[in-house]
């Protein structure tokens, strides 16, 4: 599968424990984003990558919040002290920056914050 | 402020006949629009893109069509199937540099098709 993919697919964790996700972009891709979406919303703008240098960070990624993309290929996002207003789905897409692009998104990750 | 606004209540139409969603925008210039299907717990997957000198676009059984004037595209599927059924969502790049920095979505409208 040649496709985006992220781990885990599913996270249960309680209230003030940090979690990780992982996403892998299609390996030609030099863009990468991430997306959080909750239930009956489009999926909101976080942040992006181009290789490994972040371009773009929504007001929405408070101080908790933290990815990186080291060597420009897969992606980690980090949430320190998780809140029950963090649970969504964690959408990772990837593109290349030739010019209009359409966007390949993962599956996500559906956090749930108890 | 900006927004961009699609039925928010699910559209239900019969198996054969077409199905009609509406995207809004204000206080946007987009160089183009973008829609996405997405199905329960998955990532959306991209159908369409118009672009702003572009009238219509057409797919197989789906055609979208962009007014920059009244700020509004409308995305068709001809001869809905069942397998149809899910959200669509449209999208488009906030900075209108046309080089995808990010896109910003609306809330989707879900489509349900019966037999």
């Known amino acids: 599968d040649t496709g985006v993919s992220q781990n885990p697919r599913h996270k249960i964790t309680k209230r003030g424990q940090n979690v990780t996700f992982r996403c892998d972009p299609i390996s030609e891709h030099n863009r990468l984003y991430w997306y959080r979406q909750t239930l009956g919303q489009g999926p909101e703008f976080l942040t992006y990558?181009?290789?490994?240098?972040?371009?773009?960070k929504s007001r929405l990624l408070s101080d908790r919040f933290s990815a990186e993309r080291p060597k420009g290929s897969f992606s980690t996002l980090e949430i320190q002290r998780t809140e029950q207003g963090d649970s969504a789905m964690y959408l990772c897409?990837?593109?290349?920056?030739?010019?209009?692009?359409?966007?390949?998104f993962g599956p996500g990750t559906r956090l749930l914050v108890l | 402020s900006q927004k961009i606004e699609q039925n928010s209540e699910a559209l239900n139409i019969q198996e054969g006949k077409t199905a009609t969603l509406t995207c809004n925008y204000t206080?946007?210039?987009?160089?183009?629009l973008q829609w996405y299907r997405q199905d329960p717990g998955r990532g959306p997957v991209f159908l369409l893109l118009i672009r702003e000198n572009e009238k219509e676009k057409r797919k197989e059984r789906l055609k979208v069509t962009f007014d920059t004037t009244l700020k509004q595209s409308l995305f068709h599927i001809t001869a809905s199937q069942p397998a149809d059924s899910a959200t669509y969502l449209c999208a488009l790049d906030p900075s209108n540099t046309g080089t995808a920095s990010k896109l910003t979505f609306g809330t989707g409208t879900r489509l349900q098709v019966t037999l």
């Open positions: 990558f181009q290789n490994e240098a972040q371009l773009e």
């Open positions: 897409a990837s593109t290349l920056s030739t010019g209009i692009e359409t966007q390949y």
């Open positions: 206080n946007y210039s987009p160089a183009y």
